[in-house]
């Protein structure tokens, strides 16, 4: 019989960056393949490859009760008109709303993808401390499906989110990050000239943008050479995003260049030096990846998810989280020493080839669809 799935992703975009080929392989093997999701620009491009596009009203920045009731059943009346084998749910919202609906529902094998446990548990301050424990009452209740497998992507996470919704060893599964397709970026000679230093992210706050410029600026005045590049653009709907106008004048003083979105990715990743990310917290972080697999040394901070995407002092550089001094001697380390990039650029490579092949990725949640379906 002809099975079904159905991602919930709460937009397009990141669907297509981080899931596709999971749903394109699912295809192959005969699954019909649905995904419910927020919509940007991105849907003839979903059709093409030949999903059944159910879009949804999913507000990012909202953090109302009313919002996420509407949400949650509008999910329902998917499901329930759908009825997927497996309902695959991924980042924090859909988790959430998506695995209540799911119970409701009746939907016979759930997978949740938790890719960074997100704002909520990063920020500080009373109302944050209420908040998160709502947060993790609603992860004790959508998490409680009984077919269900979690999948993390670093031990900190897993141990703190099945510790909270006290999840059995056998519901929660640990996958090194989305993947990289190794034939897409490959390794490439680090750029002559003067050297780029690069942070590729959506350009939050949390990502550690303002530090990664605040240590730009250090080294400018110190007389360094370099060219330190933003590329990415703001994100309206998330509450930690910059601001246009901070970013002009970041440019304008001279500190960073800012190249703006860019699709290609591996072009882009040849044209740096180094990649730094400064991120606060993450689930593992694709752009480490991608960098690792092109051959690029990599500055990130000691926190969960960044020091799980590098080898630290083989493939990169760990620096305190928040510390824009710290950031800026381990970008002089690199910046002063090329064959200590290159050294550390070919062993992320063969890192790469060890932990993310994106096939390795891929063929590790078939097997957990077949298997929840067969458990059904």
């Known amino acids: 019989m002809k099975r079904t799935l159905m991602f ?14 999971i ?30 596009v159910h879009p949804l009203k999913l507000d990012r920045s909202s953090a109302s009760l009313g919002n996420a009731m509407r949400t949650a059943r509008d999910l329902w009346r998917v ?24 119970r409701l529902a009746g939907m016979p094998a759930v997978v949740m993808a938790v890719s960074g446990l997100g704002f909520v548990f990063m920020a500080r301050g009373a109302k944050a401390t209420v908040r998160r424990w709502l947060v993790g009452a609603m992860y004790r209740v959508a998490l409680g499906h009984r077919n269900l497998r979690v999948i993390f992507q670093n031990p900190d996470d897993l141990r703190s989110l099945a510790t909270l919704a006290k999840l059995p060893d056998s519901s929660v599964v640990l996958i090194r990050g989305s993947g990289v397709d190794l034939s897409r970026y490959i390794p490439m000679p680090l750029p002559e000239g003067v050297p ?11 990502k550690g943008v303002v530090e990664f410029v605040q240590a730009a600026r250090l080294l400018k005045q110190q007389g360094s ?24 004048a970041w440019v304008e003083e001279g500190t960073v260049e800012c190249w703006g979105h860019l699709a290609d990715m591996p072009k882009v990743l040849s044209a740096a030096t180094i990649v730094v990310l400064p991120s606060y917290r993450e689930g593992l972080p694709k752009v480490l990846l991608e960098a690792a697999a092109c051959g690029r040394p990599v500055v990130t901070t000691d926190v969960p998810g960044c020091r799980d995407a ?15 001094q710290a950031l800026a001697a381990a970008m002089t380390d ?3 020493a090329p064959e200590r990039c290159e050294t550390m650029g070919n062993a992320g490579r063969m890192l790469a080839e060890r932990a993310f092949d994106i096939r390795q990725v891929v063929a590790t949640h078939l097997k957990i669809y077949d298997e929840l379906v067969e458990k059904s």
Not at 11 to 21: I, K, N, T, Y
Not at 28 to 46: F, P
Not at 225 to 248: I, M, W, Y
Not at 311 to 318: H, Q, R
Request: charged share 20%; glycine share 6%.
């Open 8 to 21: 919930v992703v709460n937009v397009d975009w990141f669907f297509l960056s981080h899931r596709l080929p």
């Open 23 to 52: 749903a394109l392989e699912a295809q192959r093997q005969g699954y019909t393949v649905h995904i419910a999701t927020g919509l940007t620009n991105r849907l003839d491009e979903l059709r093409r490859h030949g999903l059944i």
């Open 79 to 102: 499901f329930r008109a759908v009825r997927p084998d497996v309902t695959h749910l991924v980042t924090i919202k859909p988790v959430l709303l998506g695995g209540l609906a799911a």
């Open 196 to 206: 780029v230093v690069m942070l590729a992210a959506r350009l939050l706050a949390d």
């Open 225 to 248: 050479k370099a060219r330190f590049v933003l590329v990415g653009t703001v994100d309206p709907d998330n509450p930690t995003s910059c601001e246009q106008h901070e970013l002009d």
């Open 310 to 324: 590098i080898e630290p002092g083989v493939t990169g550089v760990l620096v305190p989280v928040r510390n824009a």
């Open 334 to 336: 690199l910046i002063d």
